[in-house]
């Protein structure tokens, strides 16, 4: 009987849904929209360096070169040649995959290296500093992309990106915020000042010469100009000088993994989304799961119902999450399980609408804060209909915080995303077990969900977000709101947001976006309601294929993102 009626709701959203799209996505609600190539990203001098790719014939896979190192010049809050990522495509053709060019722990790291004599956590030691940072994947990742599927040579891909560096882009309102926020620490950490350390204020430029040469230098010497050659060796040299323990040795084993995607099926949806060493794409796998017997359109949008049903969904990914998850090369994974049937199917047995389990009947845990946005998303959708949703990262704003002033780039601080102990949250208040413990060659845990998403069986959206911990949510919410509530593209990234992660147990809620009475009726129900720590959740960009075969771009208000398209 359940499933006749599931049956009747799907199809009276695939219904509804058609109808929708073809007559009220009226021009006025959609966000920007381009006849077949579209880049989106947080900044519009890196989607329009993208956009310049595939106008030049280069296809997705070229313009996601391009706009990752467009970034990394433009960016420096996250996007990165010192960090890592994960990048999920689409091709054309329907073949799908995944590349994993996260940072790895370096070859001398131990389990304990983050706790003092008595066990306790350093805390700041996997934050900032030296200590904090993981070996380097994005310029390797680069490089096996280009390998893969590149069509046009590196050195034509990266010229754009060179020129960025050396003609400089301008300050925008943000970025003089964030530079200012974080100038001191620059110098303390840096012991010394940098290029990010001086005064900059909106519409002052920034050129960075040693960023262009050592761009240049990667164009000209490859792969090993980075791993095995004189910039891996100023990387080092500069990390030794710092006291860090990463060799030559580590950037030189340093390797990226093509993995095969989580796939799950939601209505009439397949989600394409990043397996471990991400987080991401059992833990939105099992929400949506979970979820999907409930009929959140009837509820609505940012209702009391549909709140609850996706806090009890999310406070149980959450918690299997810490338990379950960490790098597929180390700990064996119960993949298929955690994402099966039976085992969903027990998961909400005890959760009732009239009022909220408490995630201390789940798992037991202490509390922490949020810190705020970082990591950074692109999707790109090119004219040949292969698609890319690629999220890179330093970790934290500005990584380590470590700057390689001759090279022109921050140092990740991605050693934080360990478990540094059972039990200790990390700076996302992410708690981690075993299976995320610290050990040499190891990659560490993450969040980060590049999806892709196909209707029925074909191409629809290509989304991510930046955001630690909320990045998850912020990708399943923005999903929702296209296939649940008939939001357009940009719509459905610019609509307030919520999240919960198990512990703390409580649901951060973007503030003054929400009604104060369901934030009230929540509260009566024993929810814990957190309206302040942090001022936005997730940053999205994201496309979506129209019925018509145009793109919708989306690309987050809360930021500098800009989608540029043709
Ligand atoms: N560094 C954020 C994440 O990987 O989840």
Known sequence: MKKLLLLLIIISICSCKTRVDAVTDSPERLGFVADKAMVVSARKEASGIGLSILKKGGNAFDAMIATEMALAVVYPYAGNLGGGGFMV????????????????????????????????????????????????????????????FGSMPM??????????????????????????????????????????????????????????????????????EFYNGRTGERIIAYLQRQKGIMSMQDLREYQTFWRKPINMEYNDLNIISM?????????????????????????????????????????RAYADRSFYLGDP????????????????????????????????????????????????????????????????????????KLYVEELGFFLNNEMDDFSAKPGVPNMFGLIGAEANS???????????????????????????????????????????????????MQEAVNAPRFHHQWLPDEILFEPNAFNAEILKSLKAKGYHINEGESTVIGKVDAIRVLPNGKLEGGADRRGDDTAAGF
Not at 95 to 116: F, I, N, V, W
């Open 275 to 315: 397996p471990p060493p991400s987080s991401g794409g059992i833990v939105l796998g099992q929400i949506l799961k979970v979820i999907e017997d409930y009929p959140i359109d009837e509820y609505g949008h940012n209702s009391v119902k549909t709140i609850q049903v996706l806090t009890e969904a999310e406070r």
């Open 89 to 148: 495509y689409r091709k054309a053709n329907g073949e799908t995959g995944t590349l994993d060019y996260r940072e790895k722990a370096p070859l001398l790291s131990t389990k304990d290296m983050y706790q003092d004599e008595n066990g306790e956590v350093i805390s700041n030691l996997s934050k900032v500093g030296c200590m904090a940072v993981g070996v380097p994947g994005t310029v390797a990742g680069i490089f096996s992309v280009h390998e893969k």
């Open 438 to 488: 610290i050990a040499p060659g190891k990659k560490m845990l993450s969040s980060m969900t590049p999806t892709i998403v196909e209707k029925k069986g074909k191409l629809w959206l290509t989304l991510g977000s930046p955001g630690g911990s909320t990045i998850i949510t912020s990708v399943l919410q923005t999903i929702l709101n296209v296939e649940e509530y008939n939001m357009t």
């Open 329 to 400: 090369d180390f700990v064996d994974i119960p993949v298929d399980v955690l994402l099966g049937e039976n085992y969903l199917e027990g998961r909400m047995e005890n959760f009732s609408f009239s009022e909220a389990t408490p995630s201390s009947e789940i798992e037991h845990g202490e509390i922490a804060g949020y810190e705020s946005m970082e990591t950074t998303h692109y999707s790109i959708v090119d004219q040949f209909g292969n698609a890319i949703a690629a999220t890179t990262t330093l970790n934290g704003a500005y990584g380590s």
């Open 155 to 224: 050195e034509e891909i990266l010229k754009p990106v060179i020129a960025l560096a050396r003609n400089g882009y301008v300050v925008t309102e943000n970025q003089e915020a964030s530079l200012a926020r974080y100038r001191e620490m620059f110098v303390q950490v840096n012991k010394d000042s940098i290029l990010y350390s001086g005064d900059f204020a909106e519409g002052d430029t920034i050129r960075n010469f040693a960023l262009a040469g050592t761009l240049q230098r990667i164009a000209e010497n490859g792969r090993d």
